[in-house]
């Protein structure tokens, strides 16, 4: 098929943004051209120029990045705001804004008293109402006893723990098909295609179907492949790379898709989210989406993955607005964030503007600027890393020396 | 629609046993998709005044040559059947037939009178896009001889012509809500077409060289029948239940399996030896198309011989295309309104 296969290789490099622009484009004639464009092979020249760019720019900046270097790694002031300070400016900031309304509030505490009625090997019933289907659960590793840091300072845990502390809330970003009577057989089909899918990859803990079926996938005893580069923070202090400390509930569903979630999809993750909350004790701060907690360590920063970085139902869950929180990537460990996720967002999260304060706050009361605050603060999270990289490496020897 | 697009936009899928017109009536491009279907074949008689004026007055397509009068199209089926002769092709598994000797003549009067009788007010430079195969497996020889010569009728008949993937074609036509991306298949008379595209870019293609002809042609020579009327039962009356009225059916079942099996393998062996397929962020979608792919219960076989592989990429759902005998046409249309 001479005609077709591009000779060059296509340009894949920004393609979650590819794709939520072509989502939005509803002729079809107009998407392919779009995606067409979009995905074309760089020009040659094109291609010179940019390779070429990058040690120019080094070249120039040189000066400035030894000066960044130098700030970074002298021995200088930590964070030095307490753990105290750090959970009340928490709070307050989180309090303070327009999204934690009495409404919200009354919903928050913990959920009411939700017991098993009865099980069998292919499913179980609560008392809130909650059906769990059994038939695909699968094992994977077991939760290992994570880390928890304190909010601020040391790079060493303060303790550790190995009980779920917290949800996060996935979508699967997988094919829909429109919620009507006579697609029944398509919807079926997708929901059971995607179940196989997530068990192949122990993705999730549960899947919420389009019909509110909640399937228990990764059982809860294990850690799920859900949120590998993550970062969140509780009242206990700060959790990195979630997949073993939280939970993992995903929505069949699309962030920004024409195809809303389902009240029966609502009405299931509530009841689940309250069995879990009351099962393990889990504050109601810490049951958040995906999008808040992702990270990219690699260019420091956040929103790696967008799934539910907007339009999630909190209060659906009985939950607060959560994405008023303010983002512990930010203001612990100084991630940054760019246009197209705030874009993603919707209406900007409260969340990030309070990281935001905070990091001003913090740095201005250490006497130094935000972007050397914000350079400490990411070498905390970078010695955090490499010291638990380090001890998982040693954990995987000694493990195979003893096989 | 947008407003730049028009109806000078034509899709053509050519294939071995049908061809296929597809365009948008109004002259923004708007409004809903008419296509034209002949079949890709024809058929000799002996030439008469008195046959040639009745065709002439009931418009049925045909040349007269050389004291024959072909007939091509739909009525060349009737033809051949009246005088219990088989109908012939200008095309061989996905490509004119280099043993065909009027293949290149009959080409060029079917897509002429297809394309005038479809487009009769349009005489002005058209954007028209027409499917080709994928290279076989196995034989990845050189399909330009066909495409240069398609290119070259539909260029002496005033288009601007621009080549698609038949497999592409397919996930241009259906796969629009996953982005363009996903696997389009289309299982023809002389090949099943694939091809695996990633947000419109087309990531591997193949073809087999089983399809339709394949289960006519072998189920024929193991009824004794015409590979003509195997066909018809074929289409007529053949379905996957697993149970089989005839013989017929019982041996079309056989050789259906067959060719199924076959592109399922291939499928699984094309993606797992190509290197450059993506990272996908999820399962996506497969869309199965074309005539073979009619009888009842087809979806539900390939899905079950699928299921049974180690398939290398994860799928989202198979189902069938919203108009499996059109879907390529479809398809070619919406990349040449991509191309104005």
Redesign the interface.
Same mark, same amino acid.
């Not at chain 1, 002729?27 to 051209?33: A, K, S, W």
């Not at chain 1, 699967?172 to 829909?176: D, F, G, Y």
């Given at each position: 098929?001479? /005609?077709?296969?591009?000779r060059l290789t296509?340009n894949?490099s920004a393609?979650?943004r590819? @794709?939520r622009r +072509? /989502?939005r484009i509803a002729?079809? *004639? @107009? %998407? $392919? %051209?779009f $995606? %067409?464009r +979009?995905?074309s092979p760089p020009r040659t020249a094109e291609s010179h120029r940019t390779r070429r760019r990058p040690a120019g720019r080094l070249a120039r900046n040189a000066g400035w990045l030894a000066l960044a270097a130098a700030i970074v790694l002298a021995p200088g002031p930590r964070p030095a705001g307490s753990a105290g300070t750090f959970k009340q400016e928490r709070g307050l900031l989180a309090a303070a804004g327009p999204a934690a309304s009495p409404e919200t509030q009354t919903i928050a505490p913990v959920p009411e008293r939700v017991w098993r009625v009865e099980r069998s090997e292919s499913s179980e019933a609560y008392s809130n109402g909650l059906h769990v289907d059994l038939t695909f659960q699968v094992s994977n590793r077991p939760r290992a006893r994570y880390p928890i840091y304190s909010l601020a300072g040391a790079s060493t845990a303060a303790k550790t723990s190995d009980a779920p502390a917290g949800i996060v809330f996935h979508t699967?970003?997988? !094919? !829909?098909a429109p919620f009507e009577e006579d697609q029944n057989r %398509?919807l079926k089909? $997708?929901g059971r295609? $995607?179940l196989e *899918?997530i068990r192949?990859e122990r993705a999730y803990h549960y899947l919420i179907d389009r019909f509110g079926r909640v399937f228990s996938v990764v059982a809860e005893s294990d850690a799920a492949n859900h949120a590998g580069y993550s970062v969140w923070a509780g009242t206990d202090g700060i959790y990195v790379n979630l997949n073993d400390s939280f939970l993992a509930v995903a929505f069949e569903a699309q962030t920004g898709a024409a195809e809303a979630v389902t009240p029966a999809q609502i009405a299931a993750g509530k009841a689940l989210t309250e069995m879990l909350r009351f099962r393990y004790g889990i504050d109601a701060a810490n049951c958040i989406t995906h999008a808040q907690v992702s990270v990219n360590p690699r260019n420091m920063v956040i929103g790696e993955h967008y799934d539910w970085a907007s339009d999630f139902p909190f209060a659906g869950m009985g939950l607060p607005d959560n994405y008023a929180i303010p983002l512990p990537s930010l203001y612990a460990f100084g991630f940054g964030y760019g246009a197209a996720f705030v874009h993603a967002t919707g209406s900007r999260w409260q969340g990030l503007d309070l990281a935001e304060q905070q990091v001003a706050k913090q740095a201005a009361l250490e006497g130094i600027t935000t972007s050397q605050y914000r350079a400490m603060l990411r070498h905390r999270y970078q010695d955090i890393t490499s010291a638990r990289t380090s001890t998982e490496s040693k954990e995987d020897e000694s493990e195979g020396a003893a096989k | 629609m947008s407003q730049h697009q028009n109806s000078t936009a034509v899709g053509l899928d050519v294939g071995t046993s049908r061809i296929v017109i597809a365009r948008r009536p109004e002259q923004d491009g708007s409004g809903d998709i008419q296509y034209h279907s002949q079949l890709n074949a024809f058929a000799t008689i002996p030439y008469s005044k008195i046959t040639a004026g009745v065709l002439e007055r009931e418009h049925v397509p045909h040349t007269a040559i050389a004291g024959e009068i072909i007939v091509h199209g739909n009525e060349s089926e009737k033809f051949a059947g009246l005088l219990d002769s088989e109908i012939r092709r200008p095309m061989s598994q996905g490509v004119l037939d280099p043993k065909e000797p009027e293949s290149l003549r009959m080409m060029r009067e079917i897509l002429m009178s297809m394309l005038r009788l479809a487009l009769p007010d349009q005489a002005d430079c058209h954007k028209l896009c027409f499917t080709v195969p994928a290279a076989p497996l196995g034989a990845e020889g050189s399909l330009t001889y066909h495409e240069a010569t398609v290119r070259q009728i539909l260029g002496d008949l005033g288009y601007q012509a621009v080549a698609i993937n038949e497999g592409l074609a397919v996930i241009y036509g259906e796969l629009e809500s996953s982005n363009y991306t996903g696997i389009g298949i289309s299982c023809g008379g002389g090949l099943c077409n694939v091809c695996l595209a990633y947000l419109s870019v087309p990531v591997a293609s193949f073809s087999i060289p089983k399809a339709g002809d394949f289960i006519d042609a072998s189920a024929a020579a193991v009824t004794g029948e015409r590979a003509n009327r195997v066909r018809l039962s074929k289409e007529d009356s053949f379905h996957f239940n697993g149970f089989f009225a005839d013989k017929m059916h019982q041996v079309i079942g056989v050789y259906y399996d067959d060719m199924i099996r076959s592109l399922v393998t291939a499928l699984k062996d094309a993606f797992a030896k190509t290197k450059t397929i993506p990272q996908f962020q999820r399962p996506i979608p497969m869309v199965l198309s074309g005539g073979t792919t009619l009888p009842p219960g087809f979806r539900d076989r390939f899905e079950k011989l699928l299921w049974e592989q180690d398939f290398p990429i994860s799928v989202s759902e198979i189902r069938m295309a919203q108009n499996p005998l059109h879907a390529t046409a479809k398809g070619a249309l919406v990349y040449a309104q991509s191309e104005l």
């Open positions: 098929m001479p /005609s077709q296969i591009p296509p894949f393609t979650p590819i @794709e +072509a /989502s002729d079809p *004639v @107009e %998407r $392919l %051209r $995606l %067409r +979009a995905t699967t970003e997988s !094919l !829909l %398509r089909q $997708l295609n $995607l *899918v192949q | -």
